[in-house]
């Protein structure tokens, strides 16, 4: 299943890629990928983990940026991204609730965690000013 999940992602991109001539010129992509996996050989505890936590964080910028420079989104773009947003900021509850009852915390997934919901404040933003209007 892990091999079946991996190949339909990479086609997936690959689509996603070549069917949409705005995302290559955002090709600050690569640099995205680069730049979390330098941080993750330098401060990690399981380096493939570290990584994909990394890259989560910073993941949605390519969309971000699409939406910033054409200005517009459809609709369904939109919720789908207020819902991703939103679904990472309740990870601040389940870090609390982990710290409280557990006593454990990861520094590493609150720091991604946190600059991840940062990312999506100027959307959250623009969300609930124009779609909920």
Not at 6 to 17: E, G, K, P, Q
Not at 23 to 40: D, K, T, Y
Not at 65 to 73: C, N
Not at 100 to 114: S, T
Request: some cysteine; hydrophobic content about 50%.
């Amino acid at each position: 299943m892990k091999l079946v999940f991996i190949a339909t992602s990479c086609l997936t991109c690959y689509l996603i890629y070549r069917a949409s001539p705005p995302l290559r010129e955002f090709q600050s992509a690569e640099i995205l990928v680069i730049a979390s996996a330098g941080l993750a050989c330098l401060i990690n505890h399981d380096c493939l983990w570290t990584f994909s936590i990394y890259l989560e964080s910073v993941a949605i910028l390519p969309q971000l940026f699409l939406i910033s420079k054409t200005g517009e989104a459809e609709t369904i773009t939109s919720h789908y991204l207020f819902a991703l947003g939103s679904y990472r900021a309740l990870y601040i509850l389940n870090w609390i609730y982990r710290l409280v009852v557990e006593g454990q915390y990861d520094v590493i997934a609150i720091a991604a965690g946190c600059l991840q919901t940062a990312l999506y404040a100027d959307f959250f933003y623009l969300y609930v000013t124009k779609v909920l209007k």
